[in-house]
């Protein structure tokens, strides 16, 4: 299994049931480090050069974070921005490639509001252009995109069913 690193990014994660138990995914395993930004940098001043030598020790990113406003949290958005490097591009052994990621995102809306007919005209890989963006130009392969919907609504049964099919992606790719 890959050696890998959970980007967690939650304002309110005591108020979600959802990512209380969707995280207790990345407990089960050693392979996996788990990184919570709103607890490590709740000040909003991130260690950028300690960030950097730690993600070029990981095969695998998983970037777990809720929609909020069509978008990333705002402290994911900063972390993206002062961690990425752009100077690793144009280096020929870029320490970010051939690395690959997941990104987990849970929602309170209806599955059928993400559709480009729905009520928000927009599914949720358009919603995450930004961030499939800022992994593609650093030579990541984003391997699939979850999205979680009605997450404040999930029933503990089918909670733990997605929590299952999660663990089992995760630990197959």
């Known amino acids: 299994?890959?050696?890998?690193?959970?980007?967690?990014?939650?304002?309110?994660?005591?108020y979600s049931t959802t990512?209380?138990?969707l995280i207790?995914?990345?407990?089960?395993?050693?392979?996996?480090?788990?990184?919570?930004?709103?607890?490590?940098y709740p000040d909003f001043h991130i260690a950028t050069f300690r960030e950097r030598k730690r993600i070029v020790n990981y095969d695998r990113l998983i970037f777990h974070f809720p929609l909020i406003w069509?978008?990333?949290?705002?402290?994911?958005?900063?972390?993206?921005?002062?961690v990425f490097d752009m100077n690793w591009i144009a280096k020929e052994n870029d320490p970010l490639s051939?690395?690959?990621?997941f990104i987990i995102v849970t929602t309170g809306g209806k599955e059928q509001n993400?559709?480009?007919?729905?009520?928000y005209g927009a599914t949720i890989s358009q919603l995450m252009l930004p961030?499939?963006?800022?992994?593609?130009?650093n030579n990541i392969e984003v391997k699939e995109i979850i999205a979680i919907h009605s997450a404040d609504d999930l029933k503990e049964d089918a909670l733990k069913e997605i929590a299952e099919q999660i663990r089992k992606k995760l630990n197959t790719e």
């Open 1 to 14: 299994m890959k050696k890998t690193l959970v980007i967690f990014a939650h304002p309110y994660f005591e």
């Open 19 to 21: 990512n209380v138990e």
């Open 24 to 40: 207790k995914v990345y407990e089960d395993s050693g392979d996996f480090e788990f990184k919570d930004l709103y607890e490590e």
């Open 70 to 82: 069509f978008g990333m949290p705002p402290l994911l958005r900063l972390w993206i921005d002062e």
């Open 98 to 101: 051939n690395k690959d990621a």
């Open 114 to 119: 993400y559709t480009e007919d729905g009520l």
């Open 131 to 137: 961030l499939r963006l800022a992994l593609k130009v």
